[in-house]
């Protein structure tokens, strides 16, 4: 094994570690507490594995974030019950930012015009006063724009503009917010 491959199997290896004491940390002191409860403990343990987050943002106990040091929260957002966050890389939710029961939030997929399927990551941004409805999948890359509305179980595969509604698999523009 060369030098370069040493170095990429030991940091797979710490990565590896580090995802299952996170789990570990998630599943024993997180998970039991009911609902909305000691989110300041949440808040605590989430930052202290990386997580950026404001002290008023709120995640639900049952949410499962990937890994933590690459999720950004500003005041006021809220990754809602039973939200799937695989965070391969970056998620931000800024300020106010809903996101609702069983959303599937995913910044990785796979390379399908090259041999192997290489992993491929983007990240997700969903801006200022935005509002993803329950059961909505959004894939990565994606922007959803301020203010607006991303209808339940959507599908969003592209950017979506500010101050619009959109929804259906793939989403598609319904009308303007305001």
Request: with cysteine.
């Amino acid at each position: 094994m060369g030098d370069v491959e040493l170095l990429k199997h030991r940091l797979g290896f710490k990565n590896q570690l580090f995802r299952l004491l996170w789990t570990i940390v998630w599943s024993v002191l997180i998970r039991p507490i009911p609902r909305t409860y000691a989110n300041g403990w949440k808040i605590f343990i989430l930052r202290l594995f990386g997580a950026k987050l404001s002290g008023s943002a709120l995640v639900y106990s049952s949410a499962k974030v990937y890994d933590p040091g690459k999720l950004i929260m500003e005041d006021g957002s809220c990754l809602g019950p039973n939200v799937d966050c695989y965070n391969v890389d970056i998620i931000h939710l800024k300020k106010n930012a809903l996101i609702s029961q069983k959303t599937y939030l995913c910044t990785a997929s796979h390379d399908i015009k090259g041999d192997g399927f290489k992993l491929i990551t983007a990240p997700i941004i969903i801006e200022e006063n935005a509002w993803i409805a329950a059961d909505v999948f959004v894939g990565m890359g994606v922007t959803i724009g301020e203010n607006s509305v991303v209808g339940a179980r959507s599908s969003v595969f592209k950017d979506v503009p500010p101050n619009v509604i959109v929804g259906g698999n793939p989403a598609k523009f319904i009308r303007n917010r305001f």
